[in-house]
């Protein structure tokens, strides 16, 4: 059976509002995006709907105590709570570089979660900033 | 054994420390009280900062004996304590022709007082003092010695200065009870334990009507909370030089519009009823009474340049005025009763407290000589409390200075109100300590500008940490009961 | 680190507008650029902003926060920009000195070629939307509260109100049930969403996390810590609606209520603001009223994306660069004259090497003492002696005048400064 549903395109801030005909999890027709970005969103959404996820985890003798970490690519809505309740568990120790990975293949989704900033050690930033 | 003292003094409030500071001069053991984490908790805390010149209480009232020797004291006072103090003088503006004999009832009411100073301006001579004045102002009373302070400055420097005397003050500690031998008290009962003493002055503004109960002392008597509300402005936007009262009504002074000595300009309160002891919620019809109030003295008001509200609570009594033919009954009670012995009482010390203060402090002392106290003074008294540095009133070249002897100084916290670490971490380890976020911005002044701390809150709430050497997590912003921060991030479901 | 006493360009603030009009100053040749910032370390709120959504217009890519601040910071740092952390500036002139301090090399003064202003903006605090009620503790800003969960790694509650839909407060919403806490509601007094669209699909829809539109905070109650919130609708005209009021309990409030231009600084700085934007009028070169005083970013006006920040960030530290550059070669024209040996001052105090290529320049000049003997009136640079000329006596009463002519071009172009001593022959 057809159906029309009404999706809000994340894929930048504009914030397209896609009118999506499906047939259980196919996609028809996308109509309202400004870009093919949204045809890809919508396909997406439909079929296996995705986000990217930004997040911290404990650091060990850093500047901070934590250090932020995002997933590398959007992964399954379905396994947020969970990526989330693995990102706890970590504990890393400074330095920590840019990009450094925190997990590899989260949860088997085949997505790294990697760390958004170096995180320097609590005493190599003081020394950094008497300099 | 029982820790015991010649005087305990309950309520750190302005006139408690006062008493505290006064009876310091003398060789006697004194403890103060205070249920708060701080001093200067109560109405001390929140008023119009205004040193009265003394022309509005009733004739014959203790308010105006108090009001009228309190007033000169405050000049020796603020240079012996270091508090900001201004005599700016003061004006009752009257708007419109039908409120002008209002001021010459205050005139005749001020000289019956003996206020000095005192003087009728014309229309013309009103505008041209203050330029933002409604210009349907009809004439106003002028009184010279009318002043302007920082209430908290004052209240911790007489408390400050009573501690450097050899006053202990305990904070947190909240009175429950009395110990009685007969009909003498021998002390008294906290949830710190038990104190001994020969005296107990009863100075707990709010809750002096249940303390004095507790005495068997005037069943009668009753507190009730007149709450205040209050705007402050950015001082960036508008500033106000003047004092300005209204024509008072049967409710009180009046919605005013006054200066900070910080120098953001303030309007309030207006004058409300409450039941509850402690409800300082403002109200959104408060808050448009008050607005429309100080509109009609200054019109240029404008609402984006609000930067604060708060609520005030004025301990409003029933004691009946002791002068004979005077039928009033919301005077001060300043007494030591004669039902039991030990006991000073205060009571219904509600505006012009502030001003009154140091003049109540002194009747105490009379009072209590009077019984046949024989208060000796001590030879090393000290009258005199420093100020410590305040980064923002400094010139450039003091700064520098300052900085080189700590680098502490140098590390700017709250930028709105240039407050530095340095400031900080002193006021943390004062004589009286202030151990919270609000004892912080009550001495410093840090986090009270157009931010409202939204910028300084994580920083200070780190230095109070290290500095006392407890987590963030125990940081509070008034004491128990209200810390700011309730779980490391990472620790959900702990 | 040893301060310069002038800089051709220095920056207030090291968010995204500062970081970015610091690159491109030393870009346009600026030599000494100086960037001041009060935080510990570079990148101003991007720092807390761990969410990913930075960078998509000008870097074509989604980056989080911090990645797109970092990679500013790497190129300030191999630029040779130089940088004052922990430092708060205290003043500036309209003779762009500045005044600042910190805690390693004390109270400074600084003087720039050019400014440009970063400093950013401020949230709208609870006493300028007015919400009456108590003074408990747990009201905080949305930033405030991010700065927290994020970057000082502690949690101000776990059951949480937050008023208004701007972009912080949605994230914010996000942020907290990422970290285990309950969001209760997001109210919005206007008719519509006053942040992005995309952040209500992944902040708020995702989550199932209520937003009320034309609702608002009526009274906070709680005396020591927020206890609950009362929610109400408000009508057209923004009157709560009777009847409509509901208790929500919590122990949070967050406040989304929108952003000011922070402009304390330009104020003293003599910068005028626009009433409207909060932010100073400026020319499409981003200067200020104030000459050689730029403003870029979110202190001009609030944006939506930090992407048009790092390009006002650009054009007004390019165009600052330019305006100390030309100062600076004004001033490097200019020769200072130092009244030496019993010369009491010379008019002028300096003069301008391009104008004796054409020009005469008469150089007028009183004693201090008399001498009542022939004597020499010379000009000198360092050893080399430009020019001088004789007198019968000099007396303190009677102006002494000696004219540098075309010839001497040759020697005053060369000199860093010139002194004139007066001495018996």
């Not at chain 2, 003094?9 to 249920?35: D, F, N, P, T």
């Not at chain 2, 009753?222 to 960036?236: L, S």
């Not at chain 2, 309160?269 to 509850?276: H, K, Q, R, Y």
């Not at chain 2, 509109?295 to 009946?320: D, E, S, T």
């Amino acid at each position: 059976m057809e159906e029309l549903k009404k999706l809000i395109c994340i894929s930048c801030p504009q914030g397209c509002t896609l009118e999506v005909t499906v047939e259980g999890k196919t996609v028809l027709k996308v109509d309202g995006e400004s870009c093919k970005q949204g045809i890809e969103y919508a396909e997406q959404e439909i079929t296996d709907p995705r986000r990217m996820i930004a997040s911290t985890v404990q650091v060990k003798n850093g500047y901070h105590p934590l250090v932020p970490v995002y997933t590398k690519m959007p992964i399954p809505k379905n396994t947020i709570k969970n990526v989330l309740k693995e990102l706890r568990k970590v504990e890393l120790t400074a330095p920590v570089a840019l990009g450094t990975v925190v997990i590899k293949n989260v949860l088997g989704t085949g997505i790294d979660v990697i760390t958004s900033r170096d995180m320097p050690t609590r005493t190599a930033e003081q020394d950094h900033f008497l300099k | 054994m029982l820790e015991k003292y010649d005087f305990i003094i309950i309520g750190g409030g302005v006139v408690g420390s006062m008493i505290a500071r006064w009876l310091s001069r003398y060789e006697a053991s004194v403890l103060l009280i205070e249920k708060e984490a701080d001093i200067c908790m109560g109405a001390s805390s929140a008023n119009t900062a205004i040193v009265h010149a003394g022309y509005d209480p009733l004739p014959g009232s203790l308010k105006a004996r108090m009001n009228i020797v309190g007033n000169p004291m405050w000049d020796q006072l603020s240079g012996e304590l270091s508090f900001p103090f201004e005599r700016r003088g003061d004006y009752v503006v009257a708007v419109g022709e039908e409120e002008l004999p209002g001021l010459d009832t205050l005139m005749e009411q001020g000289k019956v007082n003996g206020v000095p100073g005192m003087k009728m301006l014309s229309k013309a001579e009103v505008l041209a003092r203050e330029k933002n004045i409604n210009p349907d102002v009809s004439g106003a009373l002028w009184a010279s010695t009318g002043g302007i302070c920082d209430p908290f400055a004052v209240t911790i420097a007489a408390a400050e200065n009573a501690v450097m005397n050899g006053v202990k003050v305990l904070l947190n500690t909240s009175f429950e009870d009395f110990i009685m031998e007969g009909t003498r008290i021998v002390g008294i009962k906290t949830n710190r334990g038990d104190f001994g003493c020969r005296w107990v002055i009863n100075s707990a503004g709010m809750y002096s009507d249940e303390i004095m109960h507790k005495a068997g002392i005037r069943p009668e008597f009753v507190i009730k909370p007149r709450r205040g509300e209050y705007f402050v402005f950015d001082r960036a936007d508008l500033t106000i030089d003047n004092v300005l009262f209204p024509v008072p009504s049967l409710k009180g002074k009046g919605i005013l519009v006054t200066t900070t000595l910080h120098g953001n300009t303030i309007i309030g309160p207006n004058s409300v009823f409450g039941e509850e002891k402690e409800d300082r919620s403002t109200t959104h019809e408060g808050l448009e009474e008050i607005w429309q109030g100080a509109k009609n003295l200054v019109p240029c008001l404008n609402q984006k340049h609000i930067i604060a509200m708060f609520v005030g609570l004025r301990p409003y009594g029933n004691g009946p005025c002791k002068s004979p033919g005077i039928d009033y009954q919301h005077d001060y009670i300043i007494e030591i009763p004669t039902e039991v012995q030990g006991f000073v009482n205060l009571g219904g010390i509600e505006s012009p407290g502030l001003t009154s203060s140091p003049a109540i402090a002194q009747e105490v002392v009379d009072l209590l000589k009077d019984a046949g106290e024989k208060l000796k003074e001590k030879k090393e008294w000290d009258p005199v409390r420093r100020a410590r540095p305040r980064f923002r009133d400094m010139s450039h070249k003091e700064r520098k200075l300052l900085i080189e002897k700590d680098p502490r100084y140098g590390r700017v916290i709250c930028r709105c109100e240039n407050v530095t670490e340095g400031e900080i971490a002193a006021e943390i380890h004062a004589p009286i300590p202030a151990t919270t976020y609000d004892a912080l911005k009550r001495r410093t002044w840090l986090g009270t500008g157009r931010c409202q701390g939204g910028f300084d809150m994580p920083r200070v709430v780190k230095i109070i940490a290290d500095e006392l050497g407890v987590s963030p997590l125990e940081v509070t912003k008034k004491g128990q009961g209200s810390n700011f921060l309730l779980r490391p991030t990472k620790q959900v479901g702990a | 680190m040893v301060l310069k006493n002038i800089y051709d360009v220095v920056v207030i603030g090291s968010g995204p507008g500062g970081l970015a009009a610091a690159v491109a100053a030393k870009k346009e040749g600026a030599e000494d650029v100086l960037v001041i910032e009060r935080d510990m370390e570079l990148g101003g709120i991007l720092i807390q902003c761990i969410h990913n959504g930075f960078g998509v217009e000008i870097f074509k890519e989604d980056l989080p926060g911090p990645s797109y601040a970092q990679r500013f910071i790497k190129e300030v740092f191999s630029l040779g920009v130089e940088i004052l952390l922990d430092t708060m500036v205290l003043d500036i002139t309209p003779q762009r000195k500045i005044y600042a301090s910190n805690k390693r090399l004390g109270f400074v003064e600084i003087e720039a070629r050019s400014i440009v202003l970063a400093m950013g903006c401020r949230e709208r605090s609870r006493p300028q939307i007015r919400i009456p009620g108590t003074r408990p503790v747990g009201v905080y800003t949305a930033g405030t509260a991010q700065r927290w969960v994020n970057v000082e790694g502690y949690m101000p509650g776990n059951r949480v109100v937050i008023l208004g839909s701007g972009d912080i407060g949605m994230i914010m919403a996000r942020r907290l049930t990422f970290e285990g806490a309950k969001v209760e509601r997001v109210l919005e007094v206007m008719p519509y969403l006053t942040g992005l669209t995309r952040n209500y699909v992944q902040c708020l829809l995702d989550f199932d996390i209520q937003l009320q539109l034309r609702h608002t905070v009526k009274r906070v109650l709680g005396n020591n810590c927020v206890e609950a919130v009362e929610a109400v609708q408000v009508d057209e005209k923004w009157n709560p609606v009777p009847g409509s009021e509901e208790i929500i309990p919590c122990d949070t409030l967050l406040l989304s209520v929108g952003l000011i231009p922070e402009n304390e600084l330009s104020r003293k700085a003599g910068v005028k603001l626009d009433p409207i934007t909060s932010g100073p009028y400026v020319d499409d070169n981003f200067q200020t009223n104030v000459p050689g005083i730029f403003a870029a970013g979110n202190v001009v006006h609030v944006y939506d994306l930090v992407d048009w920040v790092t390009e006002a960030g650009f054009q007004a530290g390019k165009c600052a660069a330019k305006y100390a550059i030309v100062t600076h070669r004004k001033e490097s024209n200019y020769v200072p004259l130092i009244a030496g040996d019993n010369v009491r001052y010379i008019v002028p105090q300096k003069l301008d090497k391009r104008n004796l290529e054409e020009n005469e320049i008469r150089l007028q000049m009183r004693v201090t003492q008399p001498i009542e003997q022939p004597v020499w009136i010379e000009v000198h640079d360092k050893e080399n002696l430009v020019a001088r000329k004789a007198e019968r006596y000099v007396r303190p009463g009677e102006m002494v005048t000696v004219v540098l002519k075309q010839k001497n071009y040759k020697d005053v172009e060369k000199a860093e400064n010139l002194t004139i001593n007066i001495a018996p022959r």
